[in-house]
Structure formats: structure tokens, C-alpha cells
């Protein structure tokens, strides 16, 4: 806890991960202010809610743009040998069967015979065991091992109570859907499970185009589907979600461990420089042998201390020849890489960096959320890093019905609106009811500057600036009004 005097103003500063509010208070908080200011809403809504599903409503959308544009600007823009694709969400059915997605890519869960919940094994064994502050270690159990747990522990159904389980089984996670080709047949196809597969079955493509050597990435941002069986975690773990990530393409000969570590330190700068993700709040976990993917030699996650315990953020995955090998015996396509000098021909290994989107729109949320104490009321502040805010800044004519003052501050906001040298981040306008609600609502988004346009501006052309986070307010002229946003963006 800290104080500090701002313009006669105590105010008490309550971290975000103060036992003072709680973690799953913060949990409940963050989940009803993403609704309250159009974050994040829930599914169908208007339907009862689609379970697992949310849609991003007007402030969601411009931060997840924002964190995407990152991203891109970080991983691809700046870098000479990364390259981008946007590939179809739709793909042959022979692409899953050659990744090993149709066989492998499963969870383990079970049905109550009661209530017909659908629940995924593991997670009601670590639920239950947590609940004890036990711990245990439920990675590659086969679904006999989860029933003799469920069994010796008499877990019972956390949605009925009930005791009547069906024996576990592999549930697969592909989306499956129809295809008519020809009307009145359907074939089957899945929406994608993970976006990797869209660079796979195009290296050849980009090898033909532009001829890149060796190591190169192919880098892409997108939507992939998983039928998940999931309990509540708000955009944790949803059907739909957005991944970005690269395939990062190197000669075998020269060994991966420099290009993983490489690519391990470039994710921590990503987390704790770009996203200013707090480094206490991170940790790498390394797979066990029996949880890694089907496709992967090693795998480690970089994981994110959410309310609700540490879970996966993001993961660094040694593919090895895995996929160009299956894809290249499928498709009977040469998928081998010519070295030019040398003429020798193989198939290249590859590292994947991949990035939940919606995991690191949360993360961004939990750690930016404050709540403090000013004068006896509670102000909720988003400190998000100021080039990820949905607004840079806002403008407000100090009153409303002053023709004069509204003119002014609308030549203001229009100034600043059109000045193309800053990062995407737009400018907001508000008229409504008093500055201190007008302040309030822009706190709660997370808008760094709060602008205002009143009588004194008439006169000498200055106007308020209000810093969102030092509450701090100072005269700036609205010549400088630019370079002052700009330079503190
Ligand atoms: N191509 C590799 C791949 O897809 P993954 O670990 O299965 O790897 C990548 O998924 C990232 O996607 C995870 O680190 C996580 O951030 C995010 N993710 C996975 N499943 C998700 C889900 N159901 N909802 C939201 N994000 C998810």
C-alpha cells in the first residue's frame, strides 16, 4: 500500500494482487467491468449465452487490435527473415490426417449420468486435489488410471454433486463440419485447430515466390476453433480464439538449442518489455514427457499468474521435421529445402512461438487493473501500457451547451484525431454529465490523457491535461497538444 498527495487528494493505492481485494474478487471485477464498459460480452446473449463462447465488444476490440498489432509490429515487421500469411480457416481434410490432429489431438473426459455434464478429466482431479492444497500430477494418465482416481477419491459432479460418472474416454477437439459439393452431399472438414498447419502446406509456395533462405519464419494471426470442454475461466479456454504465431525454419546441421534460446528470450522481452506484463507474475514450465504434443521434442510454456492459479500464456515447441516429413509423404509434394551453394537437399526443422491472443488480453487486463481510494470513493484504473488503449486520450468541452467551448474542443479533438504519426490508438469525445464522471469512465478504460477544453482556452489557448495515472493535471497549449500525446505514447 502507498500514499501520495495529489492536489489535495489522499490517495491509497490497492494493487491488483493485494490480499486487500482478493483474487477472486478481481476475477469478478475484471469480468464485470469488461461487460460494464465494452470489453468483452458474453455469447448469443440475447440466446441464454452459447457456453465458451465471448464476443469483443467496442473497447475490446481496439485493445485486442492493439496487443495483435504488437505483436506483428514485434515478431514480423521488424524482422528481415519472418514472413506473413493469412491462410483459410477451412482446409483439405488430408491436412489433419497428415499432422496427426484426427488421431492424437484429444482431451480425456467423462459425462455425468445425472445432470449430463461434460467435464474433462484432469482438470476435476487437480480441481479436487486443489481444493485439498494437494497437488498431483494427472499428465498422460490413460482414461483407466483417471477412473481409479475419480473412483478411490469419490469426486463428485461439481455442477450436480452427484456420484454417477461414465467411464473416461478421448474426446477429440476438431470441429468438425459439412461441405456440400455437390448438392445434396455433404463431406466432412474441420475447422482448424491450431493455425501452424496454414504454414506448413504453403512452405513450398513461399519457397517457389520468394526463394528465402535459411532460417526464415513464416508468421501468421488468426482464429482456430477447439471443441473444449471447459469450466468458466471467462476467455481462458474458449471454443473459438485467436492465435498468432511463427514456424521457424532452420538447417538441422546446426543444431536447434541456440534458435530455442534465441526464441526463448524473445518471448520474455515480448512479455515483459512490449506488454510490460509484470516478470513476478511469469515463469517458464517446461513439459513433462507425457503431456508434450504428438508433435513436439520439447516444450516449454511460459505460464501467467492469473487469479486462478498459474496457466499456460504462451508456448516455445521444438516441431522438429514433424510436419514438412507427414505432409511431404502424404502429398506425395516435395516439401526439401535446396541450399543454393551446396545443392543438398533435406527437410528443414522447425521452433514455434506461439501466442494466445485472448490469454494475453486477459493477462494485459489483470495486470493494468488497479483499484484506489480517492477521497473516501473507489476509482478503478486500467494503467495499460498508453500504446495499447483503446483511446490515447479523450477531449471534453468542459460544459456542453456552450457553443463556443463545444467549437473549440471539437477543433481540438479533430486535430489530434488526424495526426497520423502515432501508433493506430484513436481519440475519444464525451459530453456527458460532469468532468469527475467523465474522468471516471475514462479511468475505467484506461485512456492515458484526458483533455479539457474550457474558458481559459478561449483566452490563451491552453487546455487541461489530466495524466490517467497521477490523476495529475497541467496547462498545455494546444499547439503542443500533439507532441505531448505523441512523445508519451
Ligand atoms: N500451434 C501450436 C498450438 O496451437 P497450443 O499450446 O495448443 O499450441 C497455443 O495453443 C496457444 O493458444 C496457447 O499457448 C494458449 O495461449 C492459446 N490457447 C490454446 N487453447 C485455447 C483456448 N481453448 N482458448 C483460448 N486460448 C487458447
Redesign the pocket.
Known amino acids: 500500500m502507498s500514499s501520495t498527495d495529489n492536489q489535495n487528494t489522499i490517495v491509497i493505492n490497492l494493487n491488483c494482487c493485494d490480499t486487500i481485494i482478493g483474487m477472486e474478487n478481481i476475477f469478478n471485477e475484471i469480468v464485470a467491468l469488461c461487460k460494464r464498459r465494452g470489453f468483452v460480452y458474453p455469447g448469443s446473449e440475447i440466446y441464454g449465452g452459447l457456453a465458451n463462447t465471448y464476443d469483443y465488444g467496442p473497447m475490446g476490440v481496439e485493445l485486442l487490435r492493439n496487443i495483435k498489432n504488437a505483436w506483428w509490429d514485434f515478431f514480423v515487421t521488424k524482422r528481415e527473415n519472418i514472413y506473413g500469411l493469412d491462410t483459410n480457416i477451412l482446409m483439405s481434410p488430408k491436412v489433419w490426417e497428415a499432422s496427426g490432429h484426427t488421431a492424437s489431438f484429444t482431451d480425456v473426459t467423462l459425462d455425468c449420468k445425472e445432470c449430463h455434464m461434460r467435464t474433462r478429466a484432469d482438470h476435476l482431479i487437480e480441481d479436487h486435489f486443489s481444493k485439498q492444497n494437494k497437488e498431483i500430477k494427472v499428465e498422460g494418465l490413460s482414461t483407466e488410471e483417471f477412473d481409479r482416481i475419480i473412483t478411490a477419491e469419490k469426486i463428485p459432479c461439481p455442477n450436480c454433486g452427484k456420484q454417477k460418472w461414465t467411464p473416461s474416454r478421448k474426446f477429440n477437439l476438431l470441429f468438425e463440419t459439412h461441405i456440400g459439393i455437390v448438392s445434396g452431399e455433404k463431406s466432412l472438414a474441420y475447422l482448424r485447430g491450431?493455425i501452424?498447419q496454414g504454414m506448413f502446406v504453403n512452405f513450398k509456395n513461399v519457397l517457389d515466390s520468394l526463394s528465402p533462405k535459411l532460417p526464415f519464419g513464416l508468421a501468421q494471426s488468426g482464429a482456430?476453433f477447439?471443441n473444449?470442454v471447459t469450466m468458466g475461466k471467462f476467455t481462458?479456454?474458449?471454443l473459438q480464439?485467436n492465435?498468432s504465431?511463427f514456424e521457424y525454419f532452420f538447417d538441422p546441421k546446426e543444431g536447434w538449442e541456440k534458435y530455442y534460446d534465441e526464441w526463448k528470450k524473445e518471448m520474455w522481452v515480448w512479455s515483459t518489455e512490449i506488454l510490460q506484463l509484470k516478470s513476478e507474475n511469469l515463469r517458464w514450465r517446461l513439459h513433462t514427457d507425457d503431456e508434450r504434443s504428438h508433435y513436439s521434442k520439447k516444450t516449454e510454456?511460459i505460464e501467467y499468474q492469473f487469479p486462478f492459479g498459474f496457466k499456460?500464456?504462451?508456448?516455445l515447441?521444438y516441431r522438429t521435421d514433424y510436419d514438412l516429413k507427414n505432409h511431404m509423404e502424404k502429398s506425395g509434394v516435395d516439401l526439401q529445402y535446396t541450399n543454393k551453394i551446396t545443392n543438398e537437399k533435406f527437410i528443414p526443422h522447425v521452433l514455434?512461438p506461439?501466442?494466445?491472443m485472448?490469454?494475453t488480453f486477459l493477462a494485459v487486463l489483470f495486470n493494468s487493473y488497479k483499484e484506489e481510494e480517492v477521497n473516501g470513493k473507489k476509482r478503478i484504473v486500467l494503467s495499460l501500457p498508453k500504446y495499447l488503449a483503446p483511446y490515447i486520450a479523450a477531449v471534453f468541452p468542459l460544459v456542453a451547451n456552450k457553443e463556443n467551448i463545444v467549437k473549440k474542443a471539437r477543433e481540438v479533438y479533430e486535430k489530434l484525431k488526424t495526426n497520423d504519426q502515432r501508433p493506430t490508438t484513436a481519440i475519444a469525445w464525451d459530453e456527458r454529465g460532469n468532468i469527475g464522471k467523465r474522468y471516471f469512465a475514462q479511468d475505467e478504460i484506461g485512456t492515458p490523457y484526458c483533455i479539457t477544453v474550457d474558458y481559459q482556452t478561449l483566452e490563451d489557448s491552453t487546455v487541461t491535461v489530466r495524466d490517467r495515472d497521477s490523476m495529475k493535471q497541467e496547462r498545455v497549449k494546444i499547439e503542443d497538444l500533439t507532441n505531448y500525446v505523441n512523445k508519451r505514447s
Open positions: 491450431e501452424a482456430a477447439r473444449e481462458f479456454r474458449t480464439f492465435l504465431e510454456d499456460e500464456l504462451y508456448g515447441a514455434e506461439t501466442f494466445g485472448d490469454r
